[in-house]
């Protein structure tokens, strides 16, 4: 079954993985459950292990400590499953180009072990929820238009 | 006999590998240790490749909750490298920046703290109460966090007088509003039995870990950068260091509740004496020579060497986070608690979330099975202030009034 | 206190054993020989009541170099305790049985330096990766970047 039929049964369930980041994402992922933006009136629901899980929420740059947890969790993932990298570090490293501990954005490691996986990209140092909640919307539409 | 026990994140809804190893008898700790790494991205290596401006975008990123504090801090070494003052609107600047970081960075460890304890609408409402903080962060500078307005020798960008009335009904309002929840905190007694000599750091073992910030504050240590090596506007306005001497975490709770309250009265000091004149003190060359910036970050003391062989890239560059001091004081202070009273005991110092990453589960050392993951121990600390709530006849959420 | 009474106290009581240099009113460095290191920072640290707010290593030409900061409540000095070790053989005194503070902070040195710090009662690794090998340290100058991605298989 594909993830847009899949999601549309049931609200999207997302399972979050903040890798090496500073934590700013990770933050302003929480605060999208906060009564501001209660993610969780559009159905979007943020489970406890990656087994539930239809949507994939990386952030940070991935150090070295932290690649096998980061592949271990994506096998446990049922597939189809769609990968978001929240945040300039997931999306590219950001300012950790450089850093000698860092192994690669979130993309490049998932992709060594699945290079059929699919990214979704939300920019911002860090993006404010309004713009984390836009783009998972905006992912799960554009299947929408990959299906029909 | 002894078990191995990991402690899981603080972040409340992810299962991670653990930070640190506790050794168990029974129900009691009896030895801890850590285990770290998966946030280290090498710094102070990185910065070594970058310009001194360069420097500061990397600062920014090395917590996201203290951000305004390590680009101060860094600022702070080269401006003692180079012997100079900012301007007074520089200062007053970050005066401003600084303490509303104070008062997000407290609500956000608040939420934390009372979803530990199993009050959920604590964690809610804390974090209600830190959105109009983050708008005025927003509106003064562009973006709710990482400000990207510090530079050696003052700021890069002014702010914009138009948004202090404000900046002052918000503080006035979250003023009620922490008084409030104070309030909500000192009376309820199962928030007594849940943190009252609990997770006990002596006046002694503060002293020779050398702890700083709320978590020696609370321990009766009276220590505080902004008063002791004075920066920004601190010695223009009226405040008060705020001292507990019980080191429980019923201490801390109560410290930063009312340090938030501090803040919101020297930021309503530095609007209203906001002072005119250039907002840059510029520097263009940084010679030969060492350099130590101290600031008071919300969780304590933060440092940052610097020292310069005359190029335009810093030779060395050190960065120690008030948390790098303050979490292996859980040596001491999480020794002989019980296994449901060690969350909020390693929540209470209120580790960086970046700083000391995540933390553990237990596993038992000769199987290496996972005996309770970390969700599993968060879930003990709830339920045991759920039947303390039972025995008490209190409802098992705090009875807070709802919004004003 | 100033740095110019530490100054006169640490002279006062070590003579030739330290090399103090005053940098301004808040900020002293002192100099000192590997095996006067714990007796200096046990006067700092027990009869001055300093705090150790951190330790520094720097990789420098003749040597390794440790400095020890030291914060005290009440006041704004900063008075840094400096010894260097040679790069063959980098070896200090640990001072983590003077002040319980010092544990973490010279695990961390030790691991990115390589300085052996004798009597520390638990020198592992704390925050390098578990793949970086035991032997490379990249805070020295010799750290290849370049090659250590490469061999990692970066891009």
């Known amino acids: 079954m594909n993830l847009f039929r899949k999601a549309l049964q049931r609200s999207p369930w997302v399972f979050h993985v903040g890798t090496s980041g500073c934590n700013n994402c990770d933050i302003e992922i929480l605060d999208c459950l906060t009564p501001r933006f209660d993610v969780e009136r559009f159905g979007i629901k943020l489970v406890g292990s990656p087994r539930h899980a239809d949507i994939l929420l990386v952030s940070g740059p991935v150090a070295s400590h932290c690649k096998e947890r980061l592949e271990q969790i994506y096998k446990e993932v049922p597939k189809p499953c769609l990968v978001v990298c929240v945040g300039v570090c997931a999306c590219s490293m950001g300012v950790f180009k450089d850093a000698y501990s860092v192994e690669g954005p979130p993309d490049r490691v998932i992709r060594a072990i699945d290079p059929e996986a699919t990214f979704v990209y939300i920019p911002g140092c860090p993006p404010r929820p309004e713009a984390i909640i836009m783009g998972i919307v905006k992912a799960l539409q554009s299947l929408d238009g990959k299906v029909s | ?118 009050y959920n609408t604590v964690f809610m409402w804390a974090w209600k109460y830190r959105e109009p903080v983050l708008d005025i962060l927003e509106a003064l500078t562009g973006n709710r966090r990482t400000a990207s307005i510090m530079k050696a020798g003052g700021v890069r960008r002014d702010l914009d007088e138009d948004h202090f009335p404000r900046v002052l009904e918000v503080m006035s309002t979250l003023r009620t509003q922490v008084k409030m929840l104070l309030d909500a905190v000192i009376d309820d007694p199962v928030i007594h039995s849940r943190t009252k000599n609990v997770g006990v750091l002596t006046h002694e073992d503060a002293t020779d870990w050398c702890v700083v910030g709320p978590t020696a504050r609370a321990s009766g240590v009276d220590t505080d950068i902004r008063r002791d090596e004075p920066y920004g506007a601190y010695e223009d306005v009226n405040w008060k260091v705020i001292v507990w001497k019980d080191g429980d975490v019923f201490a801390k709770v109560a410290v930063r509740l009312l340090e938030i309250i501090e803040s919101t009265k020297i930021i309503e000091q530095c609007v209203k004496q906001f ?130 | 206190m100033t740095a110019k009474e530490m100054m006169f106290h640490l002279s006062e009581t070590f003579h030739e054993k330290v090399l103090l240099e005053a940098a301004s009113d808040k900020r002293l460095y002192v100099r000192v020989q590997p095996e006067d290191l714990c007796e200096v920072v046990r006067y700092v640290y027990k009869e001055k009541k300093g705090r150790l707010s951190t330790a520094t290593g720097i990789d420098t030409r003749e040597g390794i170099e440790v400095m020890y900061h030291f914060s005290f409540n009440g006041f704004p000095l900063i008075t840094s305790i400096r010894v260097t070790t040679p790069k063959h053989m980098p070896e200090l005194d640990s001072v983590q049985d003077i002040l319980k503070g010092a544990y973490w902070i010279e695990r961390e040195i030790h691991e990115f330096l390589g300085v052996f710090f004798k009597g520390h009662p638990k020198l592992k690794r704390l925050l390098k990766a578990r793949n970086i090998p035991e032997n490379i340290y990249p805070l020295r100058k010799d750290f290849d970047l370049e090659k250590f991605k490469e061999n990692r298989g970066d891009a």
């Not at chain 2, 240790?33 to 991205?41: Q, S, V």
């Not at chain 2, 190029?311 to 001091?325: D, G, I, Y």
């Not at chain 2, 390693?346 to 589960?361: I, K, V």
């Not at chain 2, 050392?365 to 121990?377: C, F, G, Q």
């Open chain 2, 1 to 118: 006999m002894s078990t191995v026990i990991p402690i899981g994140p603080f972040h409340p809804l992810q299962d991670e590998p653990a930070n640190f190893l506790l050794t168990v008898e029974g129900e009691k700790v009896v030895d801890i240790e850590a285990n770290m790494g998966y946030i280290h991205k090498g710094h102070e290596l990185l910065g070594q490749s970058k310009t001194y401006d360069q420097v500061v975008v990397q600062t920014e990123r090395i917590c996201g909750i203290c951000s305004v504090s390590h680009t101060v801090c860094f600022s702070h070494a080269v401006e003692d490298l180079l012997g100079i003052q900012v301007p007074k609107r520089a200062a007053y600047i970050r005066t401003i920046l600084g303490e509303l970081e104070r008062c997000h960075s407290h609500l956000l460890w608040a939420g934390l703290a009372g979803h530990f304890l199993g």
């Open chain 2, 275 to 404: 002072p005119k004149g250039p907002i840059l003190n510029e520097v263009k060359h940084i010679p030969v020579g060492e350099g130590i910036g101290r600031y008071e970050a919300p969780r304590g003391e933060n440092i940052h060497y610097v020292r310069s062989n005359g190029t335009n890239m810093p030779e060395r560059w050190k960065v120690r986070a008030p948390s790098s001091v303050n979490v292996p004081s859980f040596h001491a202070s999480c020794i002989g608690e019980s296994i449901s009273d060690v969350t909020i005991t390693l929540a209470s110092c209120d580790p960086c979330y970046s700083c000391t990453e995540r933390m553990a589960a237990v596993v038992s050392p000769d199987s290496k099975k996972i005996l309770y993951s970390s969700a599993d121990l968060v879930r003990m600390g709830q339920e045991k202030t759920r039947a303390i709530a039972r025995e008490l006849g209190r409802p098992p959420e705090l009875p807070l009034k709802l919004d004003l």
